[in-house]
């Protein structure tokens, strides 16, 4: 179902609701996400958040996108990705904190998460995912007079960074990588892929048993349940159709791959108790690639979702980001002062 990765804005649609009439393919026109449609293309009354219905194809799919702009900076744009199962809510006072340092912060729902796309938990191909990147990083391009986003992802965000900087990388001025999923805990076998492949042919739209469905993310989750600005709406996370955990599991198998072909400046945060993933592919593959501009923090006392677990995590996190982020300044100025 891949549309062209730029609309003209006349094409813009408003968010769909339960009553809304998908066309396209037959997964897209597959029942709508019971999420009412948000404030598109406007500030919140005395408040420095925009909230935005942005078009990712032409089947009339909208994700959600909030940001932070700041009116008076010369840095880059930060732009984050959740992991599967989040939503950009979960990530308010990791925006805040970088907000309050001086950056715009731009944040969105993944197709199928929040308030975006057309059914919860479901996305028809891990490569939709990537362009709607493309569409969130372009808008906050074009926002920011043109400067590329620094873009941070959380888990599968992760990947979606790493691939989405293989075909796009002049959108993408740096990375920041936590909790990155090259490998899982425990791995999955060969049959147990097979089996997940013929049930996403099968049956795409089904939810996966839990016994069945490898472990992507933590029962942090359900903490963190889908809210309106309103509090009018509160639904925790359905599950990942099996369509897309097939999607998902591909993305992993590749992101070392992935990891390898990048060339741009990235940090990466490798949480010391991540009980979902594992880092040593990830070390290796830095270690054999010394001439990649990598920067690994292991953070001590985290766990998988270090954004948006505990404080003591968060706050954490935060000041490695920062403190790489002033290296790459100051990199970058000291490069432009020898030329």
């Keep these: 179902m891949n549309g062209a990765a730029q609309l003209d804005p006349h094409e813009r649609d408003q968010p769909v609701n339960q009553t809304a009439t998908a066309t396209g393919t037959d997964v897209e026109r597959s029942a709508a996400s019971a999420l009412p449609p948000f404030p598109s293309d406007g500030t919140e009354a005395g408040s420095r958040v925009t909230l935005t219905s942005l078009p990712v194809d032409h089947y009339g799919t909208t994700v959600y996108l909030k940001a932070l702009k700041h009116p008076d900076t010369q840095h880059a744009p930060i732009v984050i990705v959740h992991d599967v199962g989040e939503h950009a809510d979960c990530y308010e006072r990791t925006a805040n904190a970088f907000y309050e340092r001086g950056y715009s912060v731009y944040l969105f729902d993944w197709r199928g998460h929040g308030r975006s796309g057309w059914q919860l938990g479901h996305a028809p191909s891990f490569d939709s995912l990537v362009k709607d990147l493309l569409q969130v990083a372009a808008w906050a391009r074009y926002q920011e007079n043109g400067r590329a986003p620094i873009i941070l992802g959380n888990g599968l965000g992760a990947l979606l960074v790493m691939e989405f900087t293989k075909n796009y990388a002049a959108f993408c001025q740096a990375a920041i990588l936590c909790a990155p999923c090259l490998e899982l805990q425990p791995e999955m076998t060969?049959?147990?892929?097979?089996?997940?492949?013929?049930?996403?042919?099968?049956?795409?739209?089904?939810?996966l048993w839990s016994p069945f469905s490898p472990r992507l993310t933590s029962h942090r989750v359900s903490l963190h349940p889908i809210s309106r600005e309103d509090a009018s709406l509160s639904a925790k996370f359905p599950g990942v159709t099996a369509a897309l955990t097939y999607e998902l599991?591909?993305?992993?198998?590749?992101?070392?791959?992935?990891?390898?072909?990048?060339?741009?400046?990235?940090?990466?945060?490798?949480?010391?108790?991540?009980?979902?993933?594992?880092?040593?592919?990830?070390?290796?593959s830095a270690a054999l690639h010394a001439d990649h501009k990598v920067e690994i923090v292991d953070l001590v006392n985290s766990g998988h979702g270090v954004f948006t677990d505990d404080d003591a995590s968060r706050e954490l996190a935060i000041k490695v980001v920062l403190g790489w982020l002033s290296k790459l300044v100051v990199g970058k100025a000291s490069a432009s002062e020898s030329l």
């Design 249 to 284: 599991v591909q993305a992993i198998k590749r992101a070392e791959t992935r990891f390898n072909e990048y060339c741009g400046s990235v940090l990466i945060i490798c949480p010391e108790k991540d009980g979902i993933c594992s880092y040593k592919k990830l070390k290796k």
């Design 190 to 207: 060969r049959a147990h892929r097979m089996l997940l492949k013929l049930l996403s042919d099968i049956s795409p739209l089904v939810r």
